[in-house]
C-alpha cells in the first residue's frame, strides 16, 4: 500500500497548514473590511456630512443648493451647527531611552489634545435627538454600538479654552451615539457660549449635515460638492486627522518639533488612498465612498488579495507535486498488489484515502486554526461581536465554500494524475 507517512510528507502538511492559514489571513481581510465598510455606509444616520475650519471659504448652504441645481439634485433636509474647538485631560504617554533601551512613562496632563463640541440644541438639530444636559455636564459622542473603538473615552474631566486659559470642571457621564459625530462631545448651551468665548475663527468649526432624493443617483453632484470643498481649503487645513493643535504645542515645547508638521496630504492627490483615508476634513458623502470605496482600499486589497493568491498556489503545488512524486515512488509496490490479486477497485479506495489526507487534514487544520483566531481579534477588541463584524465572518465563510470547493477541484486531478501513473 502506498505510505503518505513519513518525515517529508509531514513537514509538507506543516508548511501547506501554515500556507492556508496565512492564506485565510489575508483573504479575509476584504471581506471583513468590505462588509463592514458597507453596512457602515448604510448605516448612516445622514446622507452627505462635511465639517469646515471657520477661517475656510467651503461652500455654504446657498453654494451647495446652488451646485445641486446644476446636477438636478433635490436637497430635502439641510441642519448645520457651529463647533468648538476645546482641550481636555488625559494621559499620554513620554518616551525615554535608558540603559535598557526605550520605556514609556504615563503622564496626566488637564489640557493634553483638543476635542470638538457641540451645544445640545446644534446636536439636535443635526440629528433630531433630543437630550437635556445640565451646566457642567458633557456628554461624549460614541459609535453606534456605544464603542469609543479603542481611541475615544467619552470621559474628559476638565475642559480648557486653550486661547484664554479658562478652565472648567465637567462631569462626562452621559454617552450618545452617532456615527458622523463620533469623538466629539456635547455640552449645555450655556457652556457652549461661555467655553466659546475668545476663540478665533482658527478654533470653530461647522457641521453641515443634508439629505437629498435618491442618493444613489447623485455621485456626480457628491463628486462635484468634493472637489469644490478641496478647491477652497487652504494649505492651513491640509492636515492628517491625527493633527491636533494642542498637542502639537506641548510637543514643540518638550520635544522641540512635532512629527505631525512632517507629513501633510497632497490635494493634488484627492483620489488617493492615504488622501480618501486620513485627511483631516474629509467628507462623509454616502454615495460618494461606496462608489469609490475599491479604489479607496486598492493598495490594501491587492497587497492582501496578492499574499492569499501566492499562498493558496503554494499549497496546492506543493500538494500536488507530493502526490505525484509519492505516487511514482510506489508505482512497483501497486503493480505487485495488482498481480497479487488485489482489485483495481481496492487499489483505487487506497490511493484516495492517502492522497484526501494530503488536502484535507492541512485545510481543515489551517482554516479552522485561522477562523477560531480572526473571530477571537473581532471579540477581544471590545469584548463582543458587532453586527458588522459578523456579517464579515458570514462572508468570510463563502471565501471558505469558495476555496474548499476549489481545493476539491485540485484534488480531484491530482487523484486523477495519481491513477493514471499507477495505472490504476
Not at 475650519?53 to 446636477?71: F, H, K, N, S, T
Not at 482658527?202 to 439629505?211: A, D, K, S, Y
Not at 474629509?282 to 491587492?302: I, S
Amino acid at each position: 500500500m502506498m505510505k503518505f507517512q513519513g518525515r517529508q510528507t509531514v513537514n509538507n502538511m506543516l508548511v501547506m497548514t501554515v500556507l492556508i492559514a496565512g492564506a485565510y489571513f489575508a483573504s479575509f481581510y476584504t471581506p471583513m473590511l468590505g462588509t463592514g465598510a458597507m453596512m457602515g455606509y448604510d448605516s448612516r444616520p445622514v446622507d452627505y456630512a462635511y465639517f469646515y475650519r471657520d477661517d475656510q471659504d467651503i461652500p455654504g448652504e446657498e453654494g451647495v443648493r446652488r451646485l445641486a441645481e446644476d446636477y438636478g439634485v433635490n436637497i430635502t433636509f439641510w441642519a448645520e451647527a457651529p463647533m468648538i474647538r476645546l482641550a481636555v485631560d488625559g494621559e499620554y504617554d513620554v518616551e525615554s531611552e535608558g540603559p535598557m533601551g526605550a520605556t514609556y512613562e504615563v503622564k496626566y496632563s488637564e489640557q493634553m489634545q483638543s476635542k470638538l463640541f457641540l451645544s445640545e440644541s446644534s446636536y439636535e438639530a443635526l440629528t433630531g435627538e433630543s437630550i437635556d444636559l445640565e451646566p457642567g455636564q458633557i456628554a461624549g459622542i460614541m459609535d453606534s454600538t456605544g464603542s469609543g473603538q479603542g481611541i475615544f473615552g467619552g470621559n474628559a474631566g476638565v475642559v480648557t479654552n486653550y486661547i484664554t486659559g479658562e478652565k472648567y470642571y465637567v462631569n462626562s457621564d452621559v454617552k450618545l451615539r452617532n456615527d458622523v459625530l463620533f469623538g466629539r462631545y456635547v455640552c449645555d448651551d450655556s457652556d457652549f457660549e461661555k467655553m466659546a468665548q475668545g476663540l478665533p475663527d482658527t478654533w470653530r468649526e461647522t457641521m453641515v449635515f443634508f439629505n437629498v432624493e435618491n442618493c444613489e443617483e447623485s455621485y456626480d453632484f457628491a463628486k462635484a460638492l468634493f472637489n469644490a470643498i478641496l478647491d477652497a481649503s487652504g494649505p492651513e487645513v491640509e492636515q492628517y486627522d491625527a493633527w491636533d493643535p494642542v498637542v502639537r504645542e506641548r510637543e514643540i515645547r518638550e520635544n522641540g518639533e512635532y512629527f505631525m508638521d512632517m507629513y501633510a496630504p497632497d490635494y493634488d492627490q484627492r483620489d488617493s488612498s492615504d488622501f480618501r483615508l486620513y485627511w483631516k476634513y474629509m467628507p462623509q458623502f454616502r454615495v460618494l465612498d461606496k462608489a469609490d470605496f475599491v479604489r479607496t482600499t486598492a493598495v490594501f486589497l491587492m497587497l492582501f488579495i496578492f499574499i492569499a493568491v501566492v499562498c493558496f498556489a503554494a499549497v496546492y503545488v506543493i500538494a500536488f507535486t507530493r502526490c505525484m512524486t509519492i505516487a511514482l515512488n510506489n508505482r512497483r509496490v501497486y503493480e505487485d498488489m495488482g498481480k497479487l490479486g488485489a482489485s483495481k477497485e481496492y487499489l483505487f479506495l487506497s490511493v484516495r484515502g492517502q492522497i484526501a489526507k494530503v488536502f484535507s487534514v492541512p485545510s481543515i487544520t489551517g482554516t479552522a486554526l485561522i477562523y477560531a483566531f480572526y473571530a477571537m481579534i473581532m471579540y477581544f477588541n471590545d469584548n463582543r461581536l458587532t453586527i458588522t463584524e459578523i456579517a464579515g465572518m458570514g462572508v468570510c465563510l463563502l471565501v471558505v465554500a469558495a476555496v474548499s470547493a476549489l481545493t476539491w477541484l485540485v484534488y480531484r486531478l491530482a487523484l486523477k494524475k495519481v491513477c493514471a501513473a499507477l495505472r490504476i
